[in-house]
Structure formats: structure tokens, C-alpha cells
């Protein structure tokens, strides 16, 4: 039997409005969450050792690496770059944990301007955000990069975490203006958290990573590149779980070193059997003896710490 006009209305209204429900339902999960996360281009001095030595670097934030950003599996972020007029060059963002037209999104802005955009952190794990206005290696060489560390949905996906810290390795180029030496490879030495032996308590200045012996261990760990791969190796000790790009779901177990690309990360488990000094480093020797060590000390009391502990490097008073 035919539907009169208005039974015709009303289940287009129905059809409508199921349509509706369904697509708000898929977007928003009862559990996500939204975050507004904002970021500012700043060309700025940085010190990058414990001897006080500067860079001209350009960050976000101010900072080498930039903010940590952390959300769930299914979270929405609206992002806001800005680039202020006080800057001298053009600046974009590229968050490796988006799914999203690289054109639109990622595209540079000019100083004076902001660009904002969206995106669904679909798949958990630790990924790479960077700068990607021309030329891209001096950028990222000169420090616009940092991590955001996607939590799986569920927590139960992997072993509870005892302690956790974010380690982002990166090349350093004496003359920030120097172009060609980047393109050429030519080093002058590799950082961890934008800082030359950073976390090696024999350095003048120098930190560690605290743990206590029987705690498990997580390194989110971030290579920035701009070139070179990292062989990321703890001295004394096996990768209990390394999980590739972060995602629990790709498990390898008993590992001594593992290959972590320019532009790629791993999510590095180690369970610290016994207490003292083992040394986290780039086992490619040129990286890891001219700066990328860091040192994970165990001991019974050890405090806790940030997720990316900053050593007390200051710029010297002007
Ligand atoms: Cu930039």
C-alpha cells in the first residue's frame, strides 16, 4: 500500500534522525574527550649543555623538545598554531598521530598569522609532531619538533607502567644556518631532550632518570631526526617489551636494541632487576659519545619525576 504524504514525512524525519544519532554516536563515545591544545612558534636562544653553551633554536613553546601532549585513543584535538610577528620565518605543524590532509592542515604560516585544526587520535601509541615549513631539515634541526603520547582505550592492553619518561633524540648542528652540513649529515652531536649528555650525572650539570630496582619502566621514546636512525640499547640491561610506533598490539619481547628511524617511535619496556647505573644510548657510537647518553639510575629510593625532566639549564643573566 502507497505512503500518503504525510506517513512519507515522517519517516524521512525518522530516517533523518536516526542518521543523526548514528553519526553522533560514532564521533563521540561516551568516554573521549575533547582537548584544546594551543602551541606558539618561538625563535629563541636555548641552552643545549651544562657548560651554558646557547642555540639559536626555534621551538614551540620556548622549549626543546616542545610540550608533551597526551591523550586517549578516540580523544578529538582542536589544535591552534600560532606564529607571531616577532618571528622572522614562516612555520606549520604536523602531528604524526593525525589522519588528515597534509595540504590543508599542515601547510606553513606566515609571522602574524594562526591556523587551527582538528583531528581524532585513532590509533594508540607515541608519535612525532614537527615543523614542517621549508626547508624541513633546518626546522626540525633546529628544534620544532616534540611527542604526544597516545594512551590505548583500554589500560589493560599492556603491563601497568611503575614509572614513566618521554626521551626525544635529535642531531645537533653547531651553525643553525647551515643548511648544507644538514643535508651533508655533518653533526656536530646527538641530543636527548635537547640537551647534550642531558641526563649523564658525570657531565658537568648533567641529570638522570630515576627508578627503583623492580619497577617497570617506560620510555616513550621519539626520533627527531633530522637524519639519523637510532639504536636505542640500555647498557646493562634487555628491553623487556619494545612496542613498536607505541601501540600494545605490537609486542616484541627480550630485545637489545632496537631501530627507531627519523620520524618514527617505539614505546621501550624494561624492568630494572637490581639497583645502579644503566645507560640508555644510541648504540650508533658517533650519536651516543657525543651526547646521546642518558642514565637511568635505580635505586631503593629513588623519587618520583617528570615525564621529561627538564635539568636546570638557564639562560645566564644579560
Ligand atoms: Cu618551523
Redesign the pocket.
Known sequence: MPMTRSQLFQAHVLWLGMLLFTSLAAASPASAKVHEVSMT?IETDIVIDGGGEKYAA?TFNGTVPGPVVRVTEGDTINFTLTNPATNK????MDFHAAEIDFLKNYRAINTGETISFTFVARKPGIFFYH?G?PPMIQ?VARG?FGAIIVDPKDAKAWPKADREYVLVQSEYFKNPNDVQAMFDRKFDGVMFNGGIFKYHPFVTGGGKLDAKPGERVRIYFVNAGPNEFSAFHPIGEIWDNVYESGNPANNLKGIQTYVVGPGSAATFDVVVESAGAYPLVTHSLTGALRGAIAVLLASPDAKPMPLMPMVPWELPAK
Not at 620565518?89 to 606549520?92: D, L, S, V, Y
Open positions: 612558534a626555534w620565518n614562516p612555520h606549520a615543523c615549513a626546522h620544532m
